[in-house]
């Protein structure tokens, strides 16, 4: 006898990533052989396997960068994306967390929300959840979303950190290879993939502080004019908001009307809708001059004068 093709598939369960958990699959084995002059063809019993869920997930922070932010920002966005990787549908867990050991500073509050109109923006059709459920290679952009609030003590450049994690709830035990009985699709058994069937990764906040500067010189010329300049810039990254001046005018000297310039554009002495003003002495109080300018970055400058006249 001679045998010319051999073969027995045996596999009671399978899983492979390409095929959708639960599918059946059907082996027969066929034994050729020939005996004489006869030849002979014949099979096996079918066996037929079902495909068991490999489960797997992967999390990936997608921002193109550091998400910058100053003290008593709302609504800061890190942006991530949750893959299931696995062959069955699946539900997973969403689990932020703060990483305090590797962060300088720590912002007020923050949740977890899906994008729901996946448009990759945080609007108001989006909603606060700590799960998602999708089908095998389907992603979903989630955000972790963090009001700020107020930060004296950060230094320019600092940092927050926060992970995201997705564990699946059909298994999720962190070891690659573990068998869930009967928790996959269709009671099939469910089968942590090499990431043990969660996915992690980590974003970050970085903190922008801008100083203001404030430098004040005085000139007085051989007639007793005294010119006083005022020399506002910002140091550092980020904004300063609503910068508001007042320089007092001792009282010894006497404002000299309209002289009030800011980068060489003259300003007038009323309140009125340009930057300055000047209001006289009145009582006890010191006469004095005020500018209103708005909100500064570092590539603000500002230089104001006046003139004064000694008594």
Do not use: C
């Amino acid at each position: 006898m001679r045998i010319f093709l051999f073969l027995i598939l045996f596999i009671p369960q399978l899983f492979a990533k390409g095929v959708k958990a639960g599918t059946v699959i059907t082996n027969v084995a066929t034994l050729d052989y020939k005996m004489g002059n006869r030849d002979f063809h014949t099979k096996s019993n079918v066996q037929k396997s079902i495909v068991a869920q490999l489960i797997d997930v992967k999390v990936s922070w997608i921002d193109a960068q550091d998400i910058t932010v100053v003290s008593g920002d709302k609504k800061r966005v890190l942006t991530f994306k949750v893959l299931n990787s696995g062959n069955g549908t699946d539900r997973f867990n969403l689990i932020k967390k703060f990483l305090s050991y590797k962060s300088d500073f720590q912002p007020k509050k923050s949740k977890v929300y899906l994008d729901r109109n996946r448009n990759y923006y945080l609007d108001s059709s989006d909603r606060v959840r700590k799960t998602v459920t999708l089908k095998p290679d389907e992603e979903q952009l989630v955000f972790i979303v963090s009001d700020i609030g107020k930060q004296q003590d950060a230094k320019n450049g600092a940092k927050a950190y926060y992970s995201l994690k997705a564990v699946s709830r059909r298994g999720g035990s962190g070891i690659p290879g573990k068998v869930h009985p009967q928790k996959g699709e269709k009671r099939v058994d469910a089968i942590d993939g090499l990431n043990g069937g969660i996915g992690e990764d980590e974003g970050n906040f970085k903190f922008l502080k801008a100083t203001l500067i404030l430098q004040k010189s005085v000139k007085q010329d051989d007639k007793g004019i005294i010119t006083v300049t005022l020399d506002i810039s910002v140091d550092g990254d980020g904004v300063v908001k609503n910068v508001k001046i007042e320089d007092e005018i001792p009282n010894e000297t006497i404002y000299i009307k309209n002289s009030l310039t800011l980068n060489g554009r003259g300003l007038t002495d009323k309140k009125d809708g340009d930057e300055g003003r000047y209001k006289r002495r009145y009582k006890n109080r010191k006469a004095k001059i005020f500018l209103n300018l708005g909100d500064m970055d570092i590539s603000s400058h500002y230089i104001a004068k006046y003139r004064l006249r000694v008594r």
